[in-house]
């Protein structure tokens, strides 16, 4: 099975960027779609953007006008998430997930319970 390393997180002014990293052992992400999700304190988990072997990509409708990037590293064995044009409410823990049935579907999952392996999450906090 593979296990999940996030980092990147910390701290941002508004309109500000960064760039989490998902750092993957035990397994290719190449096995995997590779998906981005957050928790802000109080809500549910939510989708951010997800990828997979076949080249679909999705983002959840805010962060994908343009803001929220995924990429991959496969010789790194690494996913990316670059997160531009910061707002306070991006404010929140950021979860890398993996899932193999997804791998090579036509669309990626965009929901949690379909993917089976997490990282422990990295925060990130926007100030305004």
């Known amino acids: 099975q593979v296990q999940l390393v996030e980092s990147g997180g910390g701290l941002a002014q508004a309109g500000g960027s960064l760039t989490l990293s998902c750092a993957a052992s035990?397994?290719?992400?190449?096995?995997?779609?590779m998906g981005w999700f957050r928790q802000a304190p109080g809500k549910e988990r939510e989708f951010v953007a997800a990828m997979n072997r076949r080249g679909s990509v999705r983002y959840y409708p805010d962060s994908g006008k343009g803001r929220f990037t995924i990429s991959d590293d496969n010789g790194k064995n690494t996913v990316y998430l670059r997160m531009n044009s910061l707002k306070p409410e991006d404010t929140a823990v950021y979860y890398c997930?993996?899932?193999?049935?997804?791998?090579?579907?036509?669309?990626?999952?965009?929901?949690?319970?379909?993917?089976?392996?997490w990282g422990q999450g990295t925060q990130v906090t926007v100030s305004s």
């Open positions: 997930a993996a899932d193999r049935d997804t791998a090579w579907s036509t669309t990626v999952s965009q929901h949690d319970n379909e993917y089976d392996y």
């Open positions: 035990g397994r290719s992400i190449s096995d995997y779609a």
